[in-house]
């Protein structure tokens, strides 16, 4: 079963736009959630990750808001550029456990 | 190049062929991941090692995969008896394991593995 759920599937946004995605979860032991970047024939790089002890964390042009009782996450880019072109994933992992869990993906196109 | 190397980066086999994938971590990391994606869905785990031990496979990783991290340094996948279902890319990650901390997951490029 699919135990993060992650939208849109594609998103188109303008340069200098914002890109907003958006992943809801069900495991509540889940306390650890990340988002990775990845480029087509490469593997996923982290981007920036949440614990659910605060509500928003920002980097740069990245920010990821919490919403811990809805149980949904989401990242924020700011300033879109085209190099931003990529595939974003979620991802969410209990303290106690090993593995990620990752949402389905978003295809992001920032067109010039 | 200090990050996570995967070999080979590409592999075409036939039906019912073994194979065999190597990762190798970043250095100082203890834990070493397997996952598999297959196109355009995200990655799902297979295995996971905390230096040569392996503690922890998913149900995906049937009887025909086997992974070995011998020395608790580079990590080998096996696939036996290849199946067409198998054809996807073959990710490896690792991290460094603490207690209470992120043990943020690296992860490397990945061998796309095509069984005709």
């Known amino acids: 079963q699919q135990q993060v759920k992650q939208s849109p599937q594609s998103l188109i946004v303008q340069k200098g736009g914002i890109s907003i995605i958006n992943c809801a979860y069900e495991?509540?032991?889940?306390?650890?959630f990340p988002w990775y970047q990845q480029f087509p024939g490469k593997g996923p790089a982290l981007l920036i990750a949440i614990r659910p002890d605060v509500s928003e964390k920002k980097e740069g042009r990245f920010t990821i808001s919490f919403n811990k009782s809805a149980k949904q996450f989401s990242l924020h880019i700011m300033d879109s550029q085209p190099g931003d072109s990529a595939t974003y994933f979620c991802?969410?992992?209990?303290?106690?456990?090993?593995?990620?869990?990752f949402g389905e993906g978003t295809q992001l196109t920032v067109n010039p | 190049d200090t990050g996570v190397s995967q070999d080979p980066r590409h592999k075409i086999t036939k039906r019912g062929q073994n194979v065999t994938f190597r990762c190798d971590p970043i250095s100082e990391h203890n834990r070493l991941y397997w996952y598999r994606q297959t196109l355009g869905q995200g990655p799902e785990f297979l295995t996971y090692f905390q230096n040569e031990a392996q503690l922890e496979k998913s149900r995906l990783l049937s009887d025909r995969f086997s992974a070995e991290r011998p020395k608790g340094s580079f990590s080998t996948l096996e696939i036996q008896r290849t199946e067409q279902g198998d054809s996807a890319m073959y990710l490896c990650?690792?991290?460094?394991?603490?207690?209470?901390?992120?043990?943020?997951?690296?992860f490397g490029p990945g061998t796309r593995l095509t069984v005709l």
């Open positions: 495991n509540t032991a889940f306390d650890y």
């Open positions: 991802a969410a992992k209990e303290t106690s456990g090993s593995r990620l869990t």
């Open positions: 990650a690792s991290s460094l394991g603490r207690i209470s901390a992120y043990n943020e997951q690296f």
